[in-house]
């Protein structure tokens, strides 16, 4: 089992910046990728960046790549989501996930989630 927290979401304006956080704890040796996900209010959720554990190969959806930036600290088992001129379309909770294998762009292939942060860009 790997447990995900995340933290650092809140209300920012159009604009402004917010640096997610998600610590990972438990069996974490297994995992290979770690990936963010949104949702906004009655939408699926949806792909925003993931990056390779050891490597630190990253991938981003076109909607964020320029603007958001996706890192890990392995000492800490944390990674992070940097989030710059961020839109009112950025608005929704934000999902931590893990998986034990290479990185892809479909959430039900995760093992893992945290319970989300909620991020709300107002305009």
């Known amino acids: 089992q790997v447990q995900l927290v995340e933290s650092g979401g809140g209300l920012v304006q159009a604009g402004g910046s917010l640096r997610l956080s998600c610590a990972a704890s438990g069996r974490t040796f297994s995992t290979i990728t770690m990936g963010w996900f949104r949702q906004a209010p009655g939408k699926e959720r949806e792909f925003v960046a993931a990056?390779?554990?050891?490597?630190?190969?990253?991938d981003y959806a076109d909607s964020v790549k320029g603007r958001f930036t996706i890192s890990r600290d392995t000492a800490k088992n944390t990674v992070y989501l940097q989030m710059n001129s961020l839109k009112p379309e950025d608005t929704g909770v934000y999902y931590c996930?893990?998986?034990?294998?290479?990185?892809?762009?479909?959430?039900?292939?995760?093992?893992?989630w945290g319970q989300g942060t909620q991020v709300t860009v107002s305009s």
């Open positions: 996930a893990s998986r034990r294998y290479q990185a892809t762009r479909r959430s039900n292939e995760y093992d893992y």
């Open positions: 990056i390779n554990w050891s490597g630190g190969s990253s």
